[in-house]
């Protein structure tokens, strides 16, 4: 019960996340753009993981384990950023890097807040389950 209701509050935390971006580009008139790159995040996800994770699977042993950190460091975030990249230079109107980057960047830097607050809250949701 304690992750869902964890994992619920992140989603959340993801809508806000991603209201505020939306409001940010529709103050400057790109809400059009900014939805268009926002949803080429999607297949873009499916991508990168299917870039990962067949070949790490298809070689054996703890080779396979190297290849799976290779491409996670070095070709994913490339990939990642160069699909946004190129979707906000084919919309219109086009957005420039640092837009197609700050929307590219966005779900990962939250993951990670996710991912480091994630441990102080589980000692905190534990006691309250014990008392």
Known sequence: MILIVFAAVAL????????????RFLARGLADSWLKVRLSS???AVFVAILVVVPARSTSGM????VFYVLLLVA???LWFGMHWAAGRLVTPALSFADSARIAVSPLAYAL?????APILQS?????ARS
């Open 113 to 117: 807040v996710v991912a480091g607050i």
């Open 12 to 23: 959340l935390g993801f809508v806000q996340l991603v209201r505020w971006e939306r409001r």
């Open 124 to 128: 905190i949701a534990w006691s309250l």
């Open 63 to 66: 080779e396979g384990l190297a």
């Open 42 to 44: 999607i297949p873009a």
């Open 76 to 78: 994913a975030p490339l």
